[in-house]
């Protein structure tokens, strides 16, 4: 029997208990969109930045007992992220949250709002490169 990684929720994604992830550009501005929200939430913008990490690998935080994970996607604010790029940082991210020992991640739609990533193609990154963690389930929270 297949096992459902992905469980699609109606609902308020901050309103969720698990760890988190969204996409960012690397010079983390994080001033437009859901982003302005996990800015304000969980702030350390000098800690992400201090990770120093590249287009395709994520930072992260860790705050009240949960990873908040950053998938960073293009290079400055104003860009638009690839799907190539989109790929390398699911890659790292399912790394990370093997390393972590996760077992339930929260997201939106990755790079579907502002980035305009078609969430079907997203939908299906996601699924291909699944195999790292098993009984893993990511519930993409959306309104």
């Given at each position: 029997?297949?096992?459902?990684?992905?469980?699609?929720?109606?609902?308020?994604?901050?309103?969720s208990s698990d760890c988190l992830a969204h996409c960012v550009s690397r010079d983390f501005s994080m001033s437009a969109g859901i982003a302005v929200m996990f800015s304000k939430l969980f702030g350390n913008k000098d800690i992400l930045l201090n990770q120093n990490v590249n287009v395709g690998e994520v930072a992260w935080l860790y705050n009240e007992n949960r990873y908040i994970y950053y998938l960073v996607t293009k290079e400055n604010y104003w860009n638009k992220p690839t799907y190539d790029a989109f790929r390398k940082s699911i890659r790292n991210l399912f790394i990370l949250c093997n390393n972590h020992n996760i077992k339930s991640l929260s997201i939106p739609k990755l790079g579907c709002g502002l980035d305009r990533l078609e969430?079907?193609?997203?939908?299906?990154?996601?699924?291909?490169?699944?195999?790292?963690?098993?009984?893993?389930?990511?519930?993409?929270?959306?309104i």
């Open positions: 029997m297949e096992q459902k990684l992905i469980n699609e929720i109606k609902g308020d994604l901050f309103e969430w079907t193609k997203v939908k299906q990154i996601i699924i291909e490169e699944w195999p790292i963690i098993k009984d893993f389930r990511i519930n993409v929270y959306f």
